[in-house]
């Protein structure tokens, strides 16, 4: 089969999600032609907003986390993040509320955390903190560049890391859970709960996850952000300086099939019968709709791992505008629930919690100005993926009363409640990312080398490479978003013999390449 001419097919990304964005803005940066398909009616993936009374709410990730990820991003693209995105730095990083009336503030300083834990629970807990928070540091800076940083993280190479690092061993705790390793740290019960939590920021249970996501702590303390208008705006204005680059898009647009010819991503075809052929093809979906077939048997061979492997935790998400009274609000708040051993046995169990905690986003305060009288809200409950046919028209009643009697018992009352349209359910979530089952992170991250068993940028097809939460190095915006690093790297690596003679575009530069930003709608399954 003759090679493709990078001079007239373009490189096809299927999504624009954040890490579909990620790799297509490298992508056109690099010169090369390159193609956006969406489904959706505008950028961003799970960043989406739904319409409320006081304006869009976010709907999916709220803050930003790992700036330099977007720092190197925009940079790539000849911008500086700054420059085209306001951000706002939290000091406050999260307001916790428990049942028995307790509250504990956690910042961006570790001085004024310690102290915070002082007065919540002693001196011993303040250290103990400090000594969780040295470990936190030290993991991360191990296991950033070995693993997130790399496009093909190695068991060896990541063994020689520990070695060199003989502390390392005590830190990761192999053998533990991350709530058996901070019941181990925390004398307080609620610490322990609390840092728990991090192991849902991938979709994990604490009880299953390994000791080693404690690292996640130090990404949160290392620097927060709210983005101005919302993370669907920074998702907006990537897919702006991408398509300054010559990238072109096209929304409401189904891919239904991707077509191999002789082992090799030839073409996509879309759902009103229209075939595009393609260079090379990104999939920024879940890659279990390529294990399972849903884009063709040609990819049946694609992460197959992804078809078999658990399902991380889904979500009943609500976002709404209303007027709240009776508690002091943050941006970042969390109510935890009484037993947290019982709620993660219901969600393994495949129930919703009977008792859950909530986490909720005020979207209007955290911005350096007094929010408005009716303001916008996330809460994000979490819930067990499908495991079969949903009826989200049953969920909302009793995921209604659950949410806020919990809130009203806790002393938080929201005004007017939300109705049925606030409401995305992991049936929801599987409508809108069909073949994830309505998880939202992609394979379950339980198990000490879960990680390890992420899909990677290449696959068995050649010429089909794979960005998102769903593939390495995993879960979140700024790990996403170095999916689409990883994948685009591979792809212009694995093309540079057909294109070293094609200039390097600019944001309004040299290319030719026309801007595409609307499509006929259709149905869509896939992307």
């Known amino acids: 089969m003759a090679a493709t001419n990078f001079s007239d097919t373009p490189t096809i990304v299927v999504g624009a999600g954040i890490g579909g964005l990620a790799a297509a803005a490298r992508l056109a940066a690099a010169g090369r032609p390159v193609l956006v398909l969406e489904r959706h009616a505008a950028p961003g993936g799970k960043m989406r907003t739904v319409p409320t009374a006081s304006g869009p709410a976010d709907t999916g990730p709220t803050v930003l986390t790992m700036r330099c990820v977007f720092d190197d991003l925009f940079a790539a693209m000849g911008a500086r993040l700054e420059d085209h995105v306001t951000l706002h730095r939290q000091h406050l990083l999260a307001r916790h509320f428990w049942p028995d009336g307790a509250t504990l503030d956690l910042f961006d300083s570790e001085t004024e955390n310690a102290a915070a834990i002082d007065a919540f629970a002693g001196p011993r807990a303040a250290d103990q903190f400090r000594a969780f928070s040295a470990r936190a540091r030290r993991l991360y800076q191990a296991f950033d560049r070995p693993m997130m940083q790399t496009a093909e993280p ?37 610490l322990a709960q609390l840092f728990g939590r991090f192991a849902t920021y991938v979709g994990g249970s604490p009880y299953a996850a390994p000791a080693l996501l404690a690292l996640i702590w130090q990404a949160e303390a290392a620097g927060v952000w709210v983005v101005e208008g919302g993370m669907h705006a920074l998702a907006a204005k990537i897919a702006r300086l991408a398509e300054e680059c010559g990238a072109q898009f096209r929304y409401d647009t189904h891919v239904a099939r991707i077509e191999t010819d002789g082992g090799r991503a030839v073409a996509v075809s879309l759902a009103d019968g229209t075939r595009l052929p393609a260079a090379q093809v990104l999939f920024n979906g879940d890659p279990r709709a390529l294990a399972t077939g849903a884009l063709g048997p040609g990819t049946g061979k694609v992460a197959q791992a992804a078809a078999r492997a658990p399902r991380s935790l889904s979500a009943q998400v609500w976002a709404f505008a209303a007027q709240p009274s009776g508690r002091d609000l943050a941006h970042h708040n969390v109510f935890f629930s009484a037993d947290y ?52 028209a049953e969920e909302y009643a009793p995921c209604l009363k659950r949410t806020f009697d919990k809130l009203n018992h806790m002393g938080l009352a929201m005004d007017p409640l939300p109705g049925p349209e606030a409401l995305t359910t992991p049936g929801g979530f599987e409508s809108l990312f069909p073949a994830s089952l309505g998880a939202l992170y992609g394979q379950s991250p339980h198990g000490m080398t879960a990680a390890l068993g992420r899909p990677r940028a290449r696959t068995k097809v050649a010429g089909l490479y794979l960005a998102g939460g769903g593939a390495h190095p995993g879960a979140g915006v700024p790990m996403a978003a170095l999916s689409g690093r990883h994948a685009a790297e591979a792809m212009l690596s694995d093309r540079t013999s057909t294109s070293t003679s094609r200039p390097t575009a600019t944001r309004g530069g040299t290319s030719t390449a026309s801007r595409t930003t609307a499509a006929a709608p259709s149905p869509s399954s896939a992307s």
Do not use: K, W
């Open 154 to 190: 190695r068991l060896p190479h990541l063994a020689a890391t520990v070695l060199r690092r003989p502390r390392l061993m005590a830190d990761m705790a192999p053998h533990a859970t991350l709530a058996q390793a901070l019941r181990r740290q925390f004398d307080d019960p609620r």
């Open 341 to 392: 051993a019982a709620e993660f046995a219901d969600l393994r169990a495949g129930r919703p919690p009977a008792d859950p905690t909530l986490y909720i986003c005020a979207q209007d305060r955290g911005l350096g100005r007094a929010p408005p009288a009716q303001e916008r809200f996330e809460i994000i409950v979490n819930a067990p993926p499908l495991e079969g046919p949903s009826r989200a």
